[in-house]
T-cell receptor
C-alpha cells in the first residue's frame, strides 16, 4: 500500500537558517504530493502541492519539488523565521479514484529560535 | 466559503461516558468527509470517511462510529469512551479523489 516516510524530528534551527525536511514515498502510479503545516492547537493547513513529476510547489518561501526518480518531495526554505515553528506533514494522494484520499507521514516538529 | 466547523474545541470526558463530535461544512455539495485522530506527538490516523449521506467507511475497528445524516454534516460518536480515545480529532473535506483535503480546527478530547 501507499506510504510516506518523513525525517524524524524534532528539528531545532536558529532564525535565518536553511531548512530541509526530507520526505520519501511509496505509491502505485503517480500520486499527487502535499505538504501541510500544523500550528500549535490548530488543524492542518495546506502549505504547497505538486501533481506531477518535476513540478515545484511553493508558498510563503517554502518549496518542494516532485522527484519521481527518487520518489521524494523534500521541503526547503532558505531562511526560516520564528513564526515557522510548527509541525510539518508530508502527504500523498493516489490516483486510484478511491475516496480514501490522503496518506500522511508521521510529521516533523520544527522549532525556530530567535 | 469552504469553511469547516468543528465543535466543541475542547472536551474532557470520564471513562465510560458517551461521545458526540460534530463537523459541518459549507460550500460545494456532496463533499468527501473524513475523521482523523492525532494522538499526542504522533501522526494522523484516518478513522472514517464518507462519500455521501449514510455512506461510511471505517478504517480502524474500535469503539468509535461515524454517521452522516446530512450532506454537510459528519458526526463521530462513541457509546463508552476509553482512556485510549484521548487525542486531537480533525474533520476534513475534499471535493474529489486525488485533490487536497481541507481541515477544521480540531477537537481536543481528554478522557479521564
Amino acid at each position: 500500500g501507499d506510504s510516506v516516510t518523513q525525517m524524524e524530528g524534532p528539528v531545532t534551527l536558529s532564525e535565518e537558517a536553511f531548512l530541509t525536511i526530507n520526505c520519501t514515498y511509496t505509491a502505485t502510479g503517480y500520486p499527487s504530493l502535499f505538504w501541510y503545516v500544523q500550528y500549535p492547537g490548530e488543524g492542518l493547513q495546506l502549505l504547497l502541492k505538486a501533481t506531477k513529476a518535476d513540478d515545484k510547489g511553493s508558498n510563503k518561501g517554502f518549496e518542494a519539488t516532485y522527484r519521481k526518480e527518487t520518489t521524494s518531495f523534500h521541503l526547503e526554505k532558505g531562511s526560516v523565521q520564528v513564526s515557522d515553528s510548527a509541525v510539518y506533514f508530508c502527504a500523498l494522494s493516489d490516483r486510484s479514484g478511491s475516496a480514501r484520499q490522503l496518506t500522511f507521514g508521521s510529521g516533523t516538529q520544527l522549532t525556530v529560535l530567535p | 466559503s469552504q469553511t469547516i466547523h468543528q465543535w466543541p474545541a475542547t472536551l474532557v470526558q470520564p471513562v465510560g461516558s458517551p461521545l458526540s463530535l460534530e463537523c459541518t461544512v459549507e460550500g460545494t455539495s456532496n463533499p468527501n468527509l473524513y475523521w482523523y485522530r492525532q494522538a499526542a506527538g504522533r501522526g494522523l490516523q484516518l478513522l472514517f470517511y464518507s462519500v455521501g449521506i449514510g455512506q461510511i467507511s471505517s478504517e480502524v475497528p474500535q469503539n468509535l462510529s461515524a454517521s452522516r445524516p446530512q450532506d454537510r454534516q459528519f458526526i463521530l460518536s462513541s457509546k463508552k469512551l476509553l482512556l485510549s480515545d484521548s487525542g486531537f480529532y480533525l474533520c476534513a473535506r475534499s471535493f474529489r479523489p486525488n485533490t487536497e483535503a481541507f481541515f477544521g480546527q480540531g477537537t481536543r478530547l481528554t478522557v479521564v
